[in-house]
């Protein structure tokens, strides 16, 4: 990177740090949120540059007393060492970064071959997607369900909100789950033991703070209906449900979660924005022939990303060629291992295209 792309980069660390140091800055949470987030985004890249500017100045010094003093070769050798290692580091903490990685995520779960099967497995997800979040301390809440007759999902509608100003949010943990999850099992309802391959679909969508798609109040068909499930004593005695539908796109989006028809309004209006800007930004992306990841929006067993192996309690992500053999604790929540290895294949590809 070019010595004045670096100095703008330290140029807008000072300056977010003297906006963050000022008080009326805060009395605008939103904002605050934001500067804060980029000022967590550029700090690990400003303390990098920091030690390899102090890393040369310190070579240059100790091959300069070296001449003079033999016991300063060794620590220029060590230094000298030690240059490449952070040069190495700020290129990859300098790579694009995706520019949602910090944005909570609207999730959402549909069965789909396997009929009841699949619906009890889109539940088995739906549990160790809300364990994962328990786990890192976010704030999980389900917006619309439609449950099957066993207990299971035959579509559900989830929002992951973190509660920090990380630079690295839900989003850039859950952003590789799109796509079809197959399960390998006994189902429940399968009296002579056999095991059944079937499969529920995840698609997730990043939801900005500031969502840009604008939407015609003329475009949108809003129904109303009673909320059904757990709720208390208003479910069921007033139509506070709504059902909301983008008639040029045939997109519908229903939410029962609040209390009140305003409320469900508002977040069905919000979760649309998100789904409508996740389209636009694909058609923008095949425009530019970009090579971003796309989610298989068919749930056809075929057409997998991950294997869920029951009686070998082996979990497979096909897209990196991981594996374990700890599926009952990656359903209980524990995700890292598999995320971390979709996460870091992802890297390895922007590092060999920097190159």
């Given at each position: 990177?070019?010595?004045?792309?670096?100095?703008?980069?330290?140029?807008?660390?000072?300056?977010?740090?003297?906006?963050?140091?000022?008080?009326?800055?805060?009395?605008?949470?939103?904002?605050?949120?934001?500067?804060?987030?980029?000022?967590?985004?550029?700090?690990?890249?400003?303390?990098?540059?920091?030690?390899?500017?102090?890393?040369?100045?310190?070579?240059?010094?100790?091959?300069?007393?070296?001449?003079?003093?033999?016991?300063?070769?060794?620590?220029?050798?060590?230094?000298?060492?030690?240059?490449?290692?952070?040069?190495a580091k700020l290129t990859e903490q300098l790579l694009p970064r995706d520019p949602y990685d910090g944005s909570d995520v609207l999730m959402e779960i549909k069965s789909g071959e396997g009929g009841e099967e699949?619906?009890?497995?889109?539940?088995?997800?739906?549990?160790?997607?809300?364990?994962?979040?328990?786990?890192?301390?976010?704030?999980?809440?389900?917006?619309?369900?439609?449950?099957?007759?066993?207990?299971?999902?035959?579509?559900?509608?989830?929002?992951?909100?973190?509660?920090?100003?990380?630079?690295?949010?839900?989003?850039?943990?859950?952003?590789?789950?799109?796509?079809?999850?197959?399960?390998?099992?006994?189902?429940?309802?399968?009296?002579?033991g056999r095991i059944h391959t079937s499969a529920a679909g995840v698609l997730i969508y990043p939801e900005p703070e500031d969502v840009e798609v604008e939407i015609d109040p003329n475009d949108l068909r809003i129904?109303?209906?009673?909320?059904?499930?757990?709720?208390?004593?208003?479910?069921?005695?007033?139509?506070?449900?709504?059902?909301?539908?983008?008639?040029?796109?045939?997109?519908?989006?229903?939410?029962?979660?609040?209390?009140?028809?305003?409320?469900?309004?508002?977040?069905?209006?919000?979760?649309?924005?998100?789904?409508?800007?996740?389209?636009?930004?694909?058609?923008?992306?095949?425009?530019?022939?970009?090579?971003?990841?796309?989610?298989?929006?068919?749930?056809?067993?075929?057409?997998?990303?991950?294997?869920?192996?029951?009686?070998?309690?082996?979990?497979?992500?096909?897209?990196?060629?991981?594996?374990?053999?700890?599926?009952?604790?990656?359903?209980?929540?524990?995700?890292?291992?598999?995320?971390?290895?979709?996460r870091d294949a992802d890297r390895e590809e922007r590092l060999a295209a920097q190159s």
């Open positions: 990177m070019e010595s004045s792309s670096l100095q703008g980069l330290l140029d807008e660390y000072a300056e977010l740090e003297q906006q963050l140091a000022d008080p009326a800055v805060h009395a605008d949470q939103g904002r605050a949120r934001k500067l804060g987030k980029r000022y967590a985004e550029l700090s690990p890249m400003v303390k990098t540059l920091n030690e390899l500017e102090a890393a040369r100045a310190d070579l240059a010094a100790a091959t300069e007393l070296a001449a003079e003093d033999p016991a300063f070769a060794i620590e220029a050798d060590e230094l000298a060492a030690r240059i490449p290692v952070l040069e699949s619906a009890l497995f889109a539940g088995d997800l739906l549990r160790m997607y809300l364990r994962y979040a328990e786990r890192h301390n976010w704030k999980a809440e389900v917006l619309d369900s439609n449950e099957s007759d066993l207990g299971g999902y035959k579509d559900v509608t989830v929002s992951f909100k973190t509660k920090s100003a990380e630079p690295d949010g839900v989003w850039a943990r859950l952003k590789f789950e799109g796509g079809v999850h197959r399960v390998q099992r006994v189902p429940a309802t399968e009296s002579q129904d109303v209906f009673r909320s059904s499930g757990p709720g208390g004593q208003s479910v069921n005695t007033t139509d506070s449900a709504v059902r909301v539908t983008h008639v040029p796109t045939g997109i519908v989006v229903s939410c029962q979660n609040e209390k009140s028809q305003i409320q469900n309004r508002a977040r069905a209006i919000q979760v649309l924005q998100a789904r409508l800007q996740a389209i636009a930004e694909e058609e923008a992306a095949a425009k530019a022939a970009d090579a971003r990841r796309s989610q298989v929006r068919t749930v056809d067993r075929s057409e997998r990303v991950r294997t869920y192996n029951f009686p070998e309690n082996r979990i497979s992500d096909h897209r990196v060629n991981y594996k374990a053999y700890n599926l009952d604790q990656v359903l209980d929540g524990e995700l890292d291992g598999v995320l971390d290895a979709l």
